[in-house]
């Protein structure tokens, strides 16, 4: 008894240690986005540590657009500050693509343009992706799901340490949504990528994330899946008599922070 004592004790000594000595890759501190003078994102604090997933949600004009646009340096902020990690490679996966479906192009010959790459990195990446079979098949044949998973193949060329994920499953049902985001998972496990998803699909992503942050032009509730599951804010956004279909329409955050901070709560405490 005494000998598994001890072990458990180095075990919790060993993940002490990586937590205190896990590099963060993005540092926001007190971000304020405005445009001509309209606020987009006010005081969003927080930060995303190597091999981590953490989740973005919110309604329409919460900011979630800005919040990308400012971690990859396309807009300035107009208060606080964004720190990248130096030389941090970043992998981006788009809602969609609009191609021409009348455009003859195969899988593998759009996974090698604009791209210094082999044939053998880009089936290693479809590989990692989940869809090592379809190199030759051309991208017009490809259903919504395939062309997600090849767009996730794409972005993980170069082997990036951050994945941002800009709502990739949107026009996906469930389960093909709940596919993606098993592959997503199971890339985190075997590449040790952090990964920063922007999603509606709150009930499927639950299970694979690290944090979920709600975003309203401010943090609204942050903390582990299991804290905002059991919170007010999390019943609201899915509902309890439609089982969650009509939620993304019911998410309303009608409550008054404090004018000279807006205060981020950090549910995970609250919720033990």
Request: charged share 20%; with cysteine.
């Amino acid at each position: 008894m005494k000998r598994r004592s001890l072990r458990h004790e180095a075990s919790v000594i060993h993940v002490q240690i990586w937590r205190k000595t896990a590099m963060t890759l993005v540092n926001l501190n007190r971000l304020t986005v405005a445009y001509s003078g309209v606020v987009a994102l006010k005081n969003v604090s927080f930060q995303i540590g190597a091999g981590e997933i953490v989740t973005i949600v919110g309604p329409n004009g919460s900011g979630k657009t800005s919040l990308l646009k400012a971690i990859i340096g396309a807009i300035i902020p107009q208060e606080g500050s964004v720190e990248v990690k130096s030389g941090l490679k970043i992998g981006y996966v788009p809602q969609r693509l609009n191609l021409d479906p009348t455009l003859p192009i195969s899988v593998g010959r759009f996974m090698r343009l604009s791209e210094n790459v082999s044939k053998k990195e880009c089936q290693r990446a479809l590989e990692q992706a989940g869809v090592a079979e379809i190199m030759a098949k051309q991208m017009s044949e490809l259903s919504g799901g395939q062309l997600q998973r090849v767009l996730l193949a794409r972005a993980l060329l170069g082997s990036p340490e951050m994945l941002i994920l800009d709502e990739a499953t949107q026009g996906l049902d469930q389960p093909g949504a709940a596919e993606f985001y098993k592959q997503i998972e199971k890339l985190r496990k075997e590449t040790g990528c952090a990964i920063l998803m922007i999603s509606h699909d709150l009930h499927v992503v639950m299970s694979a994330s690290d944090r979920v942050i709600c975003l309203n032009g401010h943090i609204c509730c942050s903390g582990s899946p299991q804290a905002v599951a059991a919170t007010p804010e999390y019943q609201e956004l899915f509902g309890a008599d439609t089982d969650g279909a009509l939620a993304l329409y019911r998410h309303k955050h009608d409550h008054k922070h404090d004018s000279d901070e807006i205060k981020s709560t950090n549910l995970t405490e609250a919720a033990r």
